[in-house]
């Protein structure tokens, strides 16, 4: 799937798509995104997620503000990031109720710190969506050139590995000796893209370091691979 790429043709790219998706009219936003979150709930129903993370809609974004709504209402926890420009990382918060976002970096709504609850640093949310300006059928993601959700995968990578090491074998001390348990290994959630069909293309030129998709879900169904790796 990795293809040698400059960056100036994916910058090319990264107009048309951005161009593309805010061509679309407001009735075919509206409309799609309705489809798009019904689809959305259907699939975190199927997979029994407790903790879902999730971007705030931002102009002609797949808008995902009735689907937080829905997973408040079936008590699924919310989680959103906040960029951090000074290294291009997410801080990881859950999300309670509309009262609790600013407007942060790039204009975008995020968690206010100082009233969202703050991730632990090695939480893992039981399934990621991610937004993009183009998507493909084979993993592929073009992302707006910030390699945050990147940074975020390798983050994972990092907790997924640390937790599959200590699953393999824990000592307890019990005063009588030592006995050994198992714990459950940390697991990389699904990675689903959020998109409208004028967003998908034939193939996205992908690098070494960019984040494979699970799957994405447009108006016209949900379209899952689980085999596909990320990184």
């Known amino acids: 799937m990795n293809q040698p790429v400059s960056a100036q043709e994916k910058r090319l790219l990264r107009q048309e798509m951005k161009e593309r998706r805010d061509k679309l009219s407001e009735a075919e936003q509206t409309h799609g995104s309705e489809q798009i979150n019904e689809h959305a709930l259907t699939y975190i129903r199927g997979l029994d997620a407790r903790s879902v993370m999730l971007y705030l ?10 689907l937080i709504e829905s997973l408040w209402a079936e008590e ?3 989680i959103v990031p906040i960029s951090n420009p000074y290294d291009r990382s997410l801080s990881l918060f859950r ?5 609790q976002l600013i407007t942060g970096a790039y204009g975008i709504r995020e968690p206010d710190s100082g009233l969202a609850e703050p ?8 399934l990621v969506i991610v937004p993009g300006l183009a998507f493909d059928r084979k993993g592929g993601r073009l992302g ?14 990092k907790l997924a590995g640390a937790g599959q ?8 001390t019990d005063g009588g000796g030592d006995s050994t348990i198992n714990i459950a290994p940390v697991l990389e ?13 034939e193939q996205v030129p992908m690098q ?19 085999k596909i790796g990320r990184g």
Do not use: K
């Open 95 to 99: 999300l309670r109720s509309w009262d």
């Open 57 to 66: 809609s931002f102009r002609s974004e797949v808008r995902t503000d009735a």
């Open 189 to 201: 959630p699904p990675w689903v893209g959020l998109a409208y069909e004028a967003q998908m293309v």
């Open 76 to 78: 699924i926890e919310v």
């Open 144 to 157: 707006y050139g910030g390699g945050y959700y990147d940074r975020f995968n390798e983050r994972l990578q």
């Open 208 to 226: 070494p370091h960019d984040a494979s998709m699970n799957g994405v879900i447009t108006e016209q169904g949900i379209w899952i691979h689980p």
């Open 165 to 172: 090491r200590a699953s393999e074998h824990v000592q307890l």
């Open 119 to 126: 991730c632990d640093p090695t939480f893992v949310p039981d």
